[in-house]
């Protein structure tokens, strides 16, 4: 067996979603705060779309980098919604999902022993594919008190000989964390003087709740765009993450050597998917569809952190956007593997611990779920924790 692959442990949300769902499949009540999808049904102009297309027979290959006229939706969303003009014959690449997008990345900027600097907590698929792709991840901690957030100072004391890019995530997976357009043009300046690239996994931008506007870092200066791979998709702003559509906009080079890599590998993204993406990006039926969602995480954003910060014990910092949150419970006395373990066990509420991504004390809890679910998962929630006694 490769050594590299055999070293990478199984992805953490995907093993405590699958148990949760063992467990509701027997008729235990499961509270599952697991999975990273919003529960609500892909918009019916976007199925229609797909069912067309399979009807019509628009079940070939494709371009590999993506059909040309999903291509140019790609690149007209890109200017109208975030400021950012990229070319859709040179610059955008269609894939298969978001973590596609960087995978293709990833492969297209590293060689052997380049180091991504990775602000931590992280999605805890980035380092994984940093060393399938022969970098190595180097992370750099980030602070509560400073919203989770990466700072100018702590990036330029974390970049060394060998540092080639910088992952950033925002709105964040884990942390809910946003950036103002001010924070992001200090990361990018400091990226831009030391020869970095950024990767900018957008794919929450939609979900934004407190007082800043998303920003995209790309649109902060000709200089920054020219060092900067953005990566967003379908999945989480119009509820298809079973579709597997993702997209970036890069520099031509980086965009041609990942296109390259998606026709040796995929040949080309789902073409009804793709049909499907084409129709969430163009229909102004589906916009409705998704400000209806995104109010509904907005709500559940207050509720579910009104409910933690009133557990005696549990230290909690507001999400700013996403759908999650990312509590610290130290004060238990529990590594964060086995809170969630006997969370699930006890009480059967489904939430992730803080390890694979990279904060051993706190726990990830998504609010992709309904309004009951959290409300009977966070009581459940207080019990167990009234149990251990901080």
């Known amino acids: 067996m490769n050594s590299l692959v055999g070293a990478i442990p199984p992805s953490a949300t995907l093993a405590i979603s699958a148990k949760a769902k063992e467990l509701a499949a027997s008729g235990v009540s499961v509270c599952s705060f697991a999975a990273g999808e919003p529960d609500f049904d892909t918009p019916a102009p976007i199925k229609a779309a797909a069912c067309r297309a399979i009807a019509e027979g628009k079940t070939k290959y494709t371009a590999a980098k993506g059909m040309p006229a999903l291509c140019e939706a790609v690149a007209r969303k890109f200017s109208a919604a975030n400021g950012v003009l990229y070319d859709p014959e040179t610059e955008i690449v269609i894939s298969?999902?978001?973590?596609?997008?960087?995978?293709?990345?990833?492969?297209?900027?590293?060689?052997?022993?380049?180091?991504?600097?990775?602000?931590?907590?992280?999605?805890?698929?980035?380092?994984?594919?940093?060393?399938?792709?022969?970098?190595?991840?180097?992370?750099?901690?980030?602070?509560?008190?400073?919203?989770?957030?990466?700072?100018?100072?702590?990036?330029?004391?974390?970049?060394?000989?060998?540092?080639?890019?910088?992952?950033?995530?925002?709105?964040?997976?884990?942390?809910?964390?946003?950036?103002?357009?001010?924070?992001?043009?200090?990361?990018?300046?400091?990226?831009?003087?030391?020869?970095?690239?950024?990767?900018?996994?957008?794919?929450?931008?939609?979900?934004?709740?407190?007082?800043?506007?998303?920003?995209?870092?790309?649109?902060?200066?000709?200089?920054?765009?020219?060092?900067?791979?953005?990566?967003?998709?379908?999945?989480?702003?119009?509820s298809m993450t079973g579709w597997r559509i993702g997209y970036a906009g890069a520099p031509a080079p980086v965009a041609k050597a990942m296109a390259t890599c998606q026709s040796h590998l995929a040949s080309n993204p789902c073409t009804p998917a793709q049909y499907a993406a084409l129709a969430a990006l163009t229909d102004s039926a589906v916009e409705g569809e998704v400000r209806s969602m995104v109010a509904a995480f907005a709500d559940r954003s207050r509720a579910i952190y009104e409910a933690l910060a009133a557990i005696p014990g549990v230290r909690v910092a507001k999400p700013e956007g996403a759908f999650y949150i990312f509590p610290d419970m130290r004060a238990f006395g529990l590594s964060s593997v086995e809170f969630c373990r006997r969370l699930l066990d006890e009480k059967h509420v489904a939430a992730v611990p803080g390890e694979p991504f990279g904060a051993s004390s706190c726990v990830r809890f998504s609010y992709a779920c309904s309004m009951e679910n959290i409300e009977e998962g966070m009581r459940r929630l207080a019990e167990f924790c009234a149990r251990l006694k901080p």
Do not use: H
Request: proline share 6%; aromatic share 10%.
């Open 96 to 238: 298969s999902g978001g973590k596609q997008s960087l995978w293709y990345a990833f492969e297209a900027l590293l060689s052997p022993g380049d180091e991504v600097l990775i602000p931590a907590p992280y999605w805890l698929s980035y380092p994984e594919m940093v060393r399938l792709a022969s970098g190595e991840a180097r992370f750099v901690a980030t602070e509560a008190a400073d919203g989770y957030k990466l700072t100018p100072k702590a990036l330029r004391g974390a970049i060394g000989a060998r540092t080639r890019v910088l992952v950033l995530n925002y709105p964040s997976n884990p942390t809910g964390a946003v950036y103002s357009g001010a924070e992001l043009r200090a990361l990018g300046e400091v990226a831009v003087e030391n020869g970095l690239w950024i990767i900018a996994d957008e794919m929450y931008e939609r979900m934004v709740y407190g007082a800043e506007p998303f920003v995209s870092i790309a649109s902060l200066s000709d200089e920054i765009r020219a060092r900067t791979i953005t990566v967003n998709g379908c999945s989480k702003a119009y």
